[in-house]
Structures are given as C-alpha cells and as structure tokens.
C-alpha cells in the first residue's frame, strides 16, 4: 500500500513542530512560511511577537470554505495513514486518533486566527514559484510538507523555480521532509545539491521524525 493524493491536501502542524523541524532557535526572524496551508505556526508564532507571513492558495477561500476542505480530507488522511503505518514512528505520536487530535487542534487554531490573520496580510494568497515580495524581505522562507513530499505531483523544474524564489525574497531556505509521501528520499535531492552548488547548502539532522527516516532538514544560504 502507498499513499496517494490527486493534488495537495490540507493539513496542518503545530508551533512546537516547526520549532523541531525547522531548527528554530533564533525568535526575532522576518519568517516566510510557503504553503504553510492551515498550520498553527503563523498564529502561534506572532502571539510570542515573531514577525511571520504565511502564503497559500488556501487562502482564496474563507474560514468556512477552508474547514469543510479540511473535513472533506481528514478521513482519507487518517485511512491511509492507518494503512500506511508502518512508515511512521510512533513515538511522540502514539496512534493514527491521536494524530488526528493533534492535527485538527492545530488547525482550530489557524481558522479562529484566520480572518484577522488575513486582514492583518498575515495570510496572503500566493503560491510557489512567484511571491509578491521584494527581494530579501524576509529572513528565512520556509516549505513544510510541500516540496520534495509532493515529488509525484509537481515536476523538478517547478522546484527548481520553487526554490530560486524563496531564495529571492529570503536570505536562507529550509525545506522538510526530504522524503516523499511513501518516506522515501525524494529523486529531486540530489538534483537540488547539484544545481544549487553555488549556494551554501546542509543537509541538518534535527530531533523530529514522525516518517522514518524524515529527520533531515536542507538549508540553502545565498553565497
């Protein structure tokens, strides 16, 4: 059994995963979150005082419109993740209903803070592989869950693009998992390495891993 998904779903992490995911320790960064879709980090985030802006086009629809999404997909989710198991480690998380748990209290969160989020240019409807940002407007533009996992949606020269524009608005890229959705190391990889040598990559290991093997964080720095 493998997953499979038709187009992006969405599903969304929580404040403390970013932190372990990402390797954030410096609280005082301009973040850029890329298809952060309904993630907590963006509200939990500014709620310390962190300046973060979250881009999707999730964010076309409205609060209402983005939770019957969110029902109409969690089932399929949880199905194929319970069918899945075997490519996860249970640990932090014990089981597929506690996921589901800690998904969907992470998401509640994003849709109570959305509406503002979006008046507050929060929450902006873009998407990879063109921002509307200047160059260098933030610190560090991040892709949870989205790069490298989408391998057998999106090609490698929409990720090549992906990745040249976050390097445009942003000073420094990180992109988690390096797996796809079957936890196997994403065939864009390598690809990656090879046409951004002239920037200063690193493969990080960090303390989060819910796919086996998904412990790996790629930084890219500008030269």
């Known amino acids: 059994m493998v997953f499979k998904y038709n187009s992006v779903v969405p599903w969304g992490r929580n404040y403390g995963e970013y932190l372990s995911m990402f390797d954030l320790r410096e609280h005082r960064l301009k973040i850029l979150g890329c298809g952060d879709g309904p993630a907590s980090f963006n509200e939990e985030y500014t709620r310390k005082g962190g300046t973060v802006v979250s881009v999707d086009p999730l964010y076309h629809l409205s609060a209402e419109k983005i939770r019957q999404r969110i029902e ?11 069918q899945n198991r075997e490519l996860f480690v249970w640990d932090r998380i014990r089981s597929v209903e506690e996921l589901g748990k800690i998904r969907m209290a992470a998401m509640n969160i994003f849709l109570s803070s959305y509406e503002e989020g979006r008046k507050n240019k929060r929450y902006i409807p873009a998407s990879l592989p063109d921002l509307p940002f200047e160059d260098d407007e933030f610190d560090l533009a991040l892709s949870s869950h989205f790069l490298f996992l989408y391998t057998d949606n999106l090609s490698y020269e929409f990720h090549k693009r992906a990745l040249t524009e976050m390097l445009r608005v942003a000073k420094e890229a990180r992109i988690f998992p390096l797996l796809d959705f079957n936890a196997k190391k994403s065939s864009y990889v390598e690809k990656v390495l090879s046409d951004f040598g002239n920037h200063r990559i690193e493969i990080r290991k960090v303390d ?4 086996i093997s998904g412990n790996e964080l790629m930084v890219i720095r500008k030269a």
């Open 208 to 211: 989060y891993e819910f796919q």
């Open 72 to 82: 109409e997909t969690r089932e399929d989710i949880l199905r194929q993740t319970e």
